[in-house]
């Protein structure tokens, strides 16, 4: 057994070298350890362009680091967009291709699609009597462009296929696909929040807060609030408590008629250069309900017309001149802005934890604690 264990190392040892030695010299430097890497980069800045900026042709890069030595590679990319539209993909330059590494003056073949929400391509060597058919290392595989406008979109991508040098398919499993790509400016949403009740004898009102995610940069906005007013009765105030986002350097302003609430906010005279962005509360606004007689009215109720959209916004730190440079004006198109329609119901009941009938959702106590 010992010497047929010596004899049987032995022909391994010259089987590997065998092998080896049948092997251009580039295959055998193909052969690493380090983990492939495959994803989308791109040098457009995005986030340095006005939300629902034209954009002409964004350029996204499919790039491959530390490829295995491959022959040809199938991919494709979904647009989770309403905003970018796919125009058209073509092969990377010789120069920055992986595919032109080993051979430069490799017959490469490039197939490629561009739909309403897909890039798929697939590239490889077009005829296997060339000198060398694989390629291995660092390169772009595909530029993919893209026209709309800015506003937050995802890109997914995915590889297909992968074959090696010899044309056996490659597990891409142990790969590392940066599969999603997040661009653009996010887009704002309107919501209401802390829906409170306080049971002034003298006049007892709901509280709510008007917020907004990812506002953009703005110093002026008008939002319109749509309500019931059969069933609510809006509590006009001169001096509305402004919410966080505005509350240094914004005047603001409240008009009601007929179940119609337009709030408008703008920086004030002598702040010219302040704006406001990010995500956070605009105003507190005040109502009353109509029947309050609550213990004969089932819990809860529920308004069925509550709605909140933007009608205009904008950034304006130019005031009064004529001329304004790009980074100091810009209005917006808000009609793909996110508002806020949806039933509001409100809740009441017994509002103490102790009690026998504790209702959790509650924000008015209608005194029918059972203990």
């Avoid at 009102?205 to 019931?228: F, N, Q």
């Avoid at 819990?299 to 304006?316: G, K, T």
Wanted: glycine fraction near 6%; include cysteine.
């Amino acid at each position: 057994m010992i010497k047929f264990y010596h004899i049987s190392f032995k022909a391994l040892i010259f089987g590997v070298v065998l092998f080896l030695s049948s092997c251009d010299e580039d295959y055998v430097n193909s052969l690493t350890s380090e983990q492939p890497v495959v994803y989308l980069d791109t040098n457009d800045n995005l986030n340095s362009m006005y939300l629902g900026e034209s954009v002409d042709e964004l350029e996204l890069i499919l790039k491959v680091e530390n490829s295995p030595a491959i022959s040809q590679l199938a991919f494709s990319v979904n647009v989770k967009s309403d905003f970018l539209n796919p125009e058209q993909i073509v092969i990377s330059p010789n120069q920055d291709n992986l595919f032109y590494n080993v051979n430069p003056n490799g017959e490469i073949y490039f197939i490629a699609d561009a739909t309403d929400d897909t890039f798929s391509g697939n590239i490889g060597f077009s005829n296997h009597n060339q000198d060398t058919t694989y390629t291995y290392g660092d390169g772009e595989i595909a530029r993919l462009y893209l026209s709309g406008i800015n506003a937050q979109s995802e890109f997914v991508l995915s590889i297909d296929q992968a074959l090696s040098y010899d044309d056996f398919e490659i597990d891409v499993s142990n790969w590392n696909i940066n599969s999603n790509l997040n661009l653009g400016q996010p887009v704002p949403k309107l919501s209401f929040i802390d829906f409170n009740y306080t049971n002034n004898s003298a006049a007892p009102y709901l509280s709510v807060i008007l917020s907004v995610d990812d506002l953009p940069i703005m110093t002026k906005g008008i939002i319109e609030i749509d309500y019931d007013n059969d069933l609510l009765f809006f509590v006009n105030e001169t001096n509305p408590s402004k919410g966080d986002l505005l509350s240094e350097g914004f005047d603001v302003s409240i008009n009601e008629q007929n179940g119609l609430i337009t709030f408008s906010f703008e920086h004030s005279d002598g702040d010219i250069e302040n704006f406001t962005n990010g995500s956070g509360s605009l105003v507190e606004l005040k109502f009353q309900i109509n029947n309050t007689n609550f213990q004969l009215q089932q819990s809860p109720i529920s308004i069925e017309r509550f709605s909140a959209f933007f009608i205009e916004s904008v950034y304006d730190i130019c005031g009064d001149c004529l001329t304004p440079n790009y980074s100091e004006y810009y209005n917006y198109d808000i009609n793909y802005w996110n508002g806020f329609i949806e039933p509001v119901e409100i809740h009441f009941g017994c509002m103490d934890s102790n009690a026998l009938n504790y209702n959790s959702l509650a924000i008015i106590d209608d005194g029918t604690c059972a203990y």
